[in-house]
């Protein structure tokens, strides 16, 4: 069993900017992948943004694309969504996620979800 907690969620003006980490813990073992999902209010979890398991491949939503930097440390098994120029539509719960897979640009590659953090963009 893997545990990931968010943190770093919040409320922002449009424009600006926050960092998101998760933390990894539990029955990690090896190499995985790290994400970020979403869930905009009446939406459905989208994938934002991917990152292998070495830190080198990223994958980006076409929607934040620019704005958003995704980043990990392996050996600390923590992840990190630095999000820039946020617009009210990023308001969204965001989800930290692994893929045990390795594969890190679609969303049914992954294997496990945190509990979310709250993002919310006010205009």
């Known amino acids: 069993q893997v545990q990931l907690v968010e943190s770093g969620g919040g409320l922002v003006q449009a424009g600006g900017s926050l960092r998101l980490s998760c933390a990894a813990s539990g029955r990690t073992f090896g190499a995985y992948a790290m994400g970020w999902f979403r869930r905009a209010p009446g939406g459905e979890r989208e994938l934002v943004s991917g990152i292998s398991w070495n830190g080198i491949g990223t994958f980006y939503a076409d929607a934040v694309k620019g704005r958003f930097t995704i980043s990990r440390d392996v050996a600390k098994k923590m992840s990190y969504l630095q999000m820039n120029r946020l617009k009210p539509e990023d308001t969204a719960v965001y989800y930290c996620?692994?893929?045990?897979?390795?594969?890190?640009?679609?969303?049914?590659?992954?294997?496990?979800w945190g509990q979310g953090t709250q993002v919310t963009v006010s205009s």
């Open positions: 996620a692994i893929s045990s897979s390795l594969r890190y640009s679609d969303s049914s590659s992954y294997d496990y």
